[in-house]
């Protein structure tokens, strides 16, 4: 079972950037996934969730209308649209998979991917 998330990169300020979680070895549309990152020296923070339908999301209070999770389960993908990206949201990001519901902490997910660092510019 592996996560592979990808999209991360360098942005200025304001910029926007869209994060991939492809996962293989299993199927994962029923399970609910998730986005958290880590910044230097900080613990792991959630930043959204979706549940398998993608009909319901949670976000984060510091990224609800800027970010936007979504999911394609016939290609077994979760994204990450990121808009008007700050110096803050700086961080490696990682995808997880797993959850029972729309969990903001990391033990509530099994699976998780390598993460995917994101670095905004000011």
């Known amino acids: 079972v592996q996560l592979q998330a990808s999209g991360g990169g360098l942005v200025q300020a304001g910029g926007s950037l869209r994060l991939s979680c492809t996962a293989s070895?299993?199927?994962?549309?029923?399970?609910?996934m998730g986005w958290f990152r880590q910044a230097p020296g900080k613990e792991r923070d959630f930043v959204a969730a979706?549940?398998?339908?993608?009909?319901?999301?949670y976000y984060a209070d510091s990224v609800k209308g800027r970010f936007t999770i979504s999911r394609d389960n016939a290609k077994n993908t979760l994204y990450l649209q990121m808009n008007s990206l700050k110096s803050e949201d700086t961080a490696v990001y990682y995808c997880?998979?797993?959850?029972?519901?729309?969990?903001?902490?990391?033990?509530?997910?099994?699976?998780w991917g390598q993460g995917t660092l994101v670095t905004v510019s000011s």
């Open positions: 997880a998979a797993g959850a029972r519901y729309l969990a903001t902490e990391p033990l509530e997910y099994g699976y």
């Open positions: 070895g299993r199927t994962f549309s029923r399970s609910i």
């Open positions: 979706i549940r398998w339908s993608g009909d319901s999301t």
